[in-house]
């Protein structure tokens, strides 16, 4: 039995609304934040797991608590099309990061069914629980397991409390011993698809509701560590001070300075900064910190860094500091697949309006499931290019047209599969 198509004014209402449900699961009441595996993270994937399986997809989580929710093909099986993105949040966050491309991509799968239209080939879609790496330095850790990339070095990785992240994932059930398993065969998949929120204001400023993405911009991610000598802030005079805090307040400037004179739209961001021991009458002995610096091309981001790491060295030494770096995430600019991108773009241009294609600044799933697979993403209009904020917004038409769009994108790859 067929039903009619929902509009996409009806999907992106049943998306916000499936958002707004997903928000509830937090750690931290009044607001938005879900870290890898938290009580958060549980709930959420219990709910998730709920819609695929009211809707007919069969669901496992694997070792690294991804949960998947996979649709066969209709007819003789065949290869898979993988659609996904994350479910874990920053703190304080929006609604919208990540979790909408989980939610886009049950309700295309939703949506073919009810419209009664086959596809030769299966549908998975995998809810990543660790993308943004808030608890553990480990972004990407979850895409990154299901293309075999995962980098054992994270599981002993430890959250604010000491907790391993291989500690986290037994008391959550999974087993890191199985991590291995988590990885998807390249053979059987077309592609993977992820739908996310452009996270900044380019579409907004075109007027675009859609954007097609081509590369996705390389980010190092990199925790400092400066060491001074903590000293009781009233007797030790300024001139015999070692503040690892105020050499840290001039390395940022430093960081800042060099990310405004960056090519390739480099930026360069100190966003986590922990002041030890941290009392307010004690000259602060150690600061710990992060540095995040990206570009849409990788050499801008590698001149960056070095100019970085050798003007904080030097700074440091002036002021009586150790200064020591640890590389988490060094991720090169990362194209997205030719074919992938222009089945989305078929399917934006079917939708009217123009098409644009446009780099991200931000990170995604993506860049892992790159690793292995051909990958491309759509991106849908952020109001004001807000993210990372509860003010995250996106207009629920927006939402619904991307739905629809990746509906169309599925139905055209389907229209090829098999001749490729
Ligand atoms: O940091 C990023 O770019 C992404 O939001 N995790
Ligand atoms: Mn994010
Ligand atoms: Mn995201």
Redesign the pocket.
């Known amino acids: 039995m067929t039903l009619p198509a929902r509009s996409p004014a009806d999907l992106g209402a049943l998306a916000q609304s499936l958002l707004d449900d997903l928000a509830l699961a937090t750690d931290e009441p009044g607001r938005v934040t879900r870290t890898y595996l938290s009580p958060a993270h549980a709930r959420s994937i219990d709910l998730v797991g709920d819609w695929m399986r009211a809707r007919g997809l069969a669901t496992r989580l694997d070792a690294v608590a991804t949960l998947h929710g996979r649709r066969e093909a209709d007819g003789p099986a065949g290869r898979s099309v993988l659609i996904g993105s994350h479910i874990d949040t920053v703190v304080d966050a929006g609604k919208l990061?990540g979790c909408f491309g989980v939610v886009a991509g049950i309700l295309a799968v939703e949506e073919i069914a009810r419209r009664g239209l086959a596809l030769p080939f299966a549908v998975e879609i995998l809810a990543f629980g660790d993308?943004?790496g808030v608890r553990f330095p480990s972004?990407l850790s979850s895409s990154s397991a299901a293309t075999g990339t995962y980098r054992r070095e994270w599981l002993a990785a430890r959250d604010r409390d000491g907790v391993t992240l291989d500690e986290a994932l037994r008391g959550f059930g999974c087993d890191p011993d199985a991590i291995a398993a988590a990885a998807i065969a390249p053979e059987g998949v077309i592609g993977y698809l992820e739908v996310h929120i452009e996270q900044g204001p380019r579409l907004e400023h075109w007027g675009l509701p859609l954007g097609v993405v081509t590369s996705i911009a390389g980010?190092t991610r990199m925790g400092m560590t400066i060491e001074g000598m903590a000293g009781h802030a009233g007797t030790v005079p300024m001139d015999l001070r070692r503040d690892a805090f105020t050499g840290l307040a001039e390395i940022a400037l430093t960081v800042e300075r060099i990310g405004r004179q960056g090519t390739g739209d480099l930026v360069a961001t100190i966003g986590k900064v922990a002041v030890r021991p941290g009392a307010g009458n004690t000259v602060p002995g150690r600061v710990e910190a992060s540095l995040d610096v990206r570009a849409s091309a990788d050499a801008p981001r590698l001149v960056a860094l070095d100019r970085i790491r050798h003007e904080a060295e030097r700074i440091a030494a002036r002021r009586g500091l150790k200064i020591a770096f640890e590389r988490h995430v060094d991720v090169p600019t990362c194209p997205m697949d030719e074919r992938l991108q222009e089945a989305f773009s078929r399917a934006v241009a079917s939708l009217g309006g123009d098409l644009r294609r446009l780099p991200s600044g931000?990170?995604?799933d993506a860049m892992a499931m790159a690793r292995r697979f051909p990958s491309a993403m759509l991106f849908v209009r952020s109001k004001a290019g807000i993210s990372?904020n509860p003010l995250e917004w996106s207009d629920p038409l927006d939402l619904g047209l991307a739905v629809e769009a990746l509906v169309r994108t599925l139905l055209d790859l389907a229209a090829t599969e098999g001749r490729v």
Request: aromatic share 0%.
């Open positions: 990061d993308e943004e972004p980010q931000a990170g995604h990372h």
